[in-house]
């Protein structure tokens, strides 16, 4: 089995509604043992938008890196995510931050997710789940990545549980 963090955002419809969905539809292939809180933040990337939820799941999977981007974006096609502008709103959004300790550079899949050390919508939820976890690649810990980066567009979403 191996450890898994999984990024989940959302910022079209019921934000707090396609949280729970799609974790709902990842327990189907992970056994999640811990979410973190949810966090209301601004868009990245330029697009104008609304501000997005944004939370982190973590588990163990039997699956390997690439049948479980696979079986992530089957899940975001179920829920409604089609093709659109890079970085424009979508109704969910899964990305693997990390898999056990691996550092993987492939065309279609890098791991831990490129630039997550850089986002602090990545971070700061990640950081309140998993603060000693290790960036392999960086060779930092979380909660130390967490504290290099700007929060100021990152605020805790109150009274809702996913």
């Known amino acids: 089995m191996h450890r898994v963090y999984i990024a989940l955002g959302t910022n079209m419809g019921d934000r707090w509604a396609h949280l729970r969905r799609a974790i709902e539809h990842v327990r189907d292939f992970i056994q999640v ?24 799941l973590t588990g163990l999977t039997d699956l390997a890196p690439h049948p479980l981007l696979a079986r992530l974006k089957e899940v975001e096609w179920t829920l409604g995510r089609r093709p659109t502008v890079r970085y424009g709103p979508r109704v969910i959004d899964l990305d693997i931050l990390l898999y056990d300790d691996l550092c993987l550079d492939t065309p279609d899949l890098v791991i831990p997710h490129p630039r997550m050390h850089e986002r602090a919508f990545v971070l700061v939820p990640l950081a309140d789940l998993a603060p000693d976890a290790w960036h392999p690649c960086q060779k930092q810990r979380i909660r130390d990545l967490a504290a290099q980066v700007d929060t100021s567009g990152v605020w805790r979403a109150e009274g809702r549980r996913v």
Do not use: I, K, M, R
């Not at 809180?37 to 944004?54: A, H, I, M, S």
């Open 33 to 56: 043992d811990g979410v973190s809180p949810v966090y209301e933040t601004e868009p990245w990337g330029g697009v104008p938008q609304p501000d997005f939820l944004n939370a982190v």
